[in-house]
């Protein structure tokens, strides 16, 4: 009778220690999938700060399309101004006027270009800065020429807003996207400067 006792308990001492090694692996499992989970993570935030301007296809072909209409807007300007008065073309107009269009259609070819390109990243950054560059030039034709045309409370009004919006686009972006907070700003940064120097100081 002693035997079969001691018998039972050693098998039930067997069961339990099984089943508490079994529950020990699966903790040690579980932890391992989350540190490698983590390290992951990790590699990817690495990633996309050391090439924060890698886009995919898609904000590709919707930048494409954005930059084809700018430059049909650029277009206009020129023409429709010309045709009603040449004269309101100031040297700071007519250089900004004659940088964009071509920044504009090569980033067009850029931005196609990564779409499909083993190299995507260097016609990425590429079509990024013709395109921003081109854009931002933009802004500032269509603010020297209010200020042309003599409308210089707007002018101070429109600046104003187009740096206070950009801010706050940038701020938005940086909230919801901490880790791309160096990227975020230098992009402002690049703003803020092309819209002083082409926007504000040929005003002064």
Request: with cysteine; charged share 15%; aromatic share 14%.
């Amino acid at each position: 009778m002693t035997t079969k006792i001691n018998v039972f308990v050693a098998g039930r001492n067997l069961c339990y220690n099984t089943r508490q090694e079994a529950m020990k692996q699966k903790e040690e499992t579980h932890l391992i999938a989350h540190r490698i989970e983590a390290h992951k993570k990790f590699a990817r935030d690495i990633s996309r700060e050391l090439k924060p301007f890698q886009t995919s296809a898609v904000k590709a072909q919707a930048r494409t399309t954005l930059t084809n209409l700018l430059v049909t807007l650029m277009i206009t300007i020129f023409a429709l101004a010309w045709a009603f008065d040449p004269s309101r073309f100031t040297e700071p107009i007519l250089i900004q006027i004659v940088l964009t269009i071509p920044l504009l259609s090569v980033g067009i070819m850029s931005y196609s270009k990564s779409i499909y390109s083993r190299v995507n990243g260097v016609w990425d950054f590429f079509g990024w800065f013709c395109n921003n560059t081109g854009m931002i030039l933009t802004l500032n034709v269509i603010g020297l020429m209010l200020h042309s045309l003599g409308y210089d409370y707007i002018t101070g009004l429109y600046f104003g807003m187009t740096l206070l919006l950009q801010l706050v686009y940038t701020m938005i972006n940086i909230y919801y996207r901490p880790n791309r907070f160096f990227e975020k700003s230098m992009k402002f940064l690049f703003f803020f400067a092309l819209i002083i120097i082409g926007g504000i100081l040929p005003l002064l």
